[in-house]
């Protein structure tokens, strides 16, 4: 009978073998179950099962089967801590493996993929240091990447830089991680390089795979395009950036990770505007799985931006329930205040937003400048430039900064408080040369310190900057020619002196002929600036041909015409350019005397001066007596209404008569 079940469990680890080859996982798995039904304390058929099972995504059930059978569990410690990585319980791996003493080579392996996924990247960092210092075989590619992904989230996220290694970037993956350790070192013009490279890469080693379709091909140059519309959108150029989210988003990947930090990017760029369109963006944001995939500082980005849409939609009670999870799970970052405190500047509550400003600027020791300035903001809202520039004037050493000098400087100017604008710029430039900062910064200030103080008209207070100017740049024309006007206001002689150093004009003026130029019209100048074409000097040898054109070019005289009775022997009449009506031989029509008769409306009647011809000096009937005075004193008889005298008489003589005929 034993020999019997020996054969047969024999027969079926053949069997297992033949299938473990083929890569055939779940018949497999039903195989090692009949074997542990033959043999059920077979150490060896149990851990193929496990095996199996894991090779069947199956985690959970494998770490269920490794945990009820405690007398295997020692045997099978990396499948038990993979088991846990896979199904996201990363400190519980992290347990199992500092559990054991000497932990093997594959364990190293996973507790560094372990460590990563906690990003706990310097341990992480030390761990692939010492794998691929005490190992060497097929899989020494994937250590390095691994190691310059590391290096690469440390300079990214952390911002700590590492020594050199020596990676490499002959593969898409490595040349990808330097691209981001590039970005996190702040060169975007390399990491853009770096980039392209890398996608390159990609399709040359994905194009050469027959079984990968031009779609998966996109797919996985998704991650390298994200990244160079992040780095894009770093540079300022937002309509670049977008198109190249909009293309990824238009794909959508399978990567969820990926989807979201394009969707959340899109956000980012739209702001305040199209906030219909980032509602939906906003959505690919929100998932369980995703606290797997991204960073604690890509999460926490996300759920800032959710709350600002919220805010833009007016949603202020989600929002505030969305920062009271935030404040709980980040209580170090600065980011959940100044999002309440945008929520009450949006509901015009300034007052409650200073006070938690200030709260919580007092229950902190280091406070970031972005509070600081959203103080002065605040301030700047309700019209107090004096309180704002206190507070800037607040920020330590951090307000001899250029962009904290220029606002103060500018606020200043709006008080008219020069002197407050001058103290300024003064212990900023004062604070650049004790501290030895940026050189560059350093001279901008003296620039601009020196052109505020001449336009106020501190000349000579001017002059001990431009001096240091050209100490710096001994060459720089502008700031020698800045320093003559300077010193050309109280010390001439001092200026006089530095006018010898100016260069000749010919350096700067070339070929101009100055004397031709001073003495050309000023018409004649215009236009030949609106031709704008210059005339060269004529060759000794095209005189001649100089000449002929001149003489072909000289004008014709003009033929003047006489009238056609002019007499040379008498003079023209002198008012001939006169106006006719200015002439004194003009006489003007008479008027028609019956003109105005029969004008008007009807029934309208004249007064009484303008039918009596009598008042009109050239009339004749001036001076006679009217032959029959009016019988009303007041108004004439209209004309149309006048009748003949003979007229009258004859109707007068028929009323006398009677009308013969028989008429009624």
Request: charge should be positive; aromatic fraction near 6%; charged fraction near 30%.
């Amino acid at each position: 009978m034993a020999a019997t079940s020996e054969a047969k469990i024999a027969s079926l680890y053949s069997e297992l073998d033949r299938f473990q080859k083929n890569g055939d996982y779940q018949k497999a798995l039903n195989t090692v179950n009949k074997i542990l039904k033959e043999a059920r304390n077979d150490e060896t058929a149990f851990k193929c099962k496990v095996v199996c099972l894991i090779q069947l995504s199956q985690f959970q059930q494998a770490f269920k089967e490794i945990v009820n059978n405690p007398s295997f569990a020692s045997a099978l410690v990396f499948e038990k801590a993979y088991c846990q990585y896979r199904l996201n319980k990363i400190n519980e791996a992290l347990s199992t493996i500092n559990a054991v003493s000497e932990p093997s080579q594959k364990l190293k392996e996973l507790k560094g993929q372990v460590l990563y996924r906690l990003e706990q990247y310097g341990k992480c960092l030390d761990v692939y240091k010492d794998l691929i210092k005490n190992t060497s075989d097929d899989f020494d590619e994937e250590r390095e990447t691994n190691l310059s992904a590391v290096v690469a989230a440390m300079q990214l996220w952390e911002g700590q830089s590492t020594e050199d290694l020596g990676l490499k970037d002959d593969t898409f993956e490595l040349c990808y991680n330097k691209a981001c350790l590039v970005l996190g070192q702040g060169d975007y013009t390399e990491a853009l390089k770096l980039l392209e490279r890398a996608e390159q890469l990609c399709k040359e080693s994905l194009e050469d795979d027959p079984d990968m379709t031009e779609e998966e091909i996109e797919a996985e140059l998704g991650s390298v395009r994200v990244q160079k519309g992040y780095i894009l959108q770093l540079q300022g150029k937002t309509d670049d950036a977008m198109k190249i989210y909009n293309q990824v988003v238009k794909l959508r990947p399978d990567d969820i990770g990926l989807m979201a930090v394009a969707s959340n990017n899109i956000v980012s760029l739209n702001k305040d505007q199209n906030v219909f369109d980032s509602k939906k963006k906003i959505k690919a944001t929100i998932s369980d799985n995703l606290n797997h995939k991204l960073s604690v500082q890509q999460r926490s980005a996300m759920a800032c931006n959710r709350c600002l849409i919220m805010v833009y939609t007016n949603q202020y009670d989600q929002c505030r329930k969305l920062l009271k999870n935030i404040k709980d799970k980040d209580k170090e970052s600065d980011m959940p205040c100044l999002l309440e405190a945008a929520l009450l500047c949006r509901e015009k509550q300034y007052q409650k937003a200073m006070k938690l400003l200030e709260e919580y600027s007092n229950s902190k020791e280091d406070v970031s400048i972005a509070l600081t300035l959203t103080r002065a903001q605040i301030y700047l809202m309700q019209g107090n430039i004096g309180q704002a520039c206190d507070v800037l004037q607040s920020l330590g050493d951090n307000k001899h900064r250029p962009g904290i000098v220029s606002t103060l400087v500018a606020l200043y100017a709006n008080m008219e408080n020069t002197e407050g604008a001058i103290e300024a710029l003064d212990k900023a430039v004062d604070w650049y040369k004790s501290q030895g900062g940026s050189q560059s910064e350093l001279h901008t200030l003296l620039r601009e310190n020196t052109n505020f103080k001449i336009r106020h008209g501190q000349s000579e207070a001017a002059t001990s900057l431009l001096e240091d100017l050209r100490q710096a740049n001994p060459g720089d024309i502008r700031t020698l020619a800045q320093l003559i006007s300077a010193y050309s206001k109280f010390d001439p002689k001092r200026a006089q002196e530095l006018s010898q150093e100016l260069p000749p004009v010919q350096e700067f003026s070339g070929n101009i002929d100055v004397d031709t130029l001073e003495n050309t019209p000023i018409f004649m100048a215009t236009r030949a600036m609106k031709k704008g074409a210059t005339k060269n000097e004529p060759a000794a040898g095209d005189a001649k041909k100089e000449a002929e054109i001149t003489k072909k070019k000289r004008k014709r005289k003009k033929i003047r015409y006489m009238p056609k009775y002019y007499d040379p022997a008498v003079t023209p009449d002198p008012e001939r350019w006169l106006p006719i009506r200015e002439r004194s031989t003009y006489k003007a029509k008479r008027k028609n005397k019956k003109a105005g008769i029969g004008k008007g409306t009807q029934g309208a009647t004249a007064g009484p001066n303008d039918m009596d011809a009598s008042s009109i000096p050239n009339s004749p009937q001036a001076g006679k007596p009217s032959p029959k005075p009016s019988s009303s004193s007041g108004a004439s008889v209209p004309p149309r209404q006048q009748k003949p005298t003979q007229a009258t008489k004859k109707k007068q003589a028929s009323k006398g008569k009677k009308k013969k005929g028989g008429g009624w």
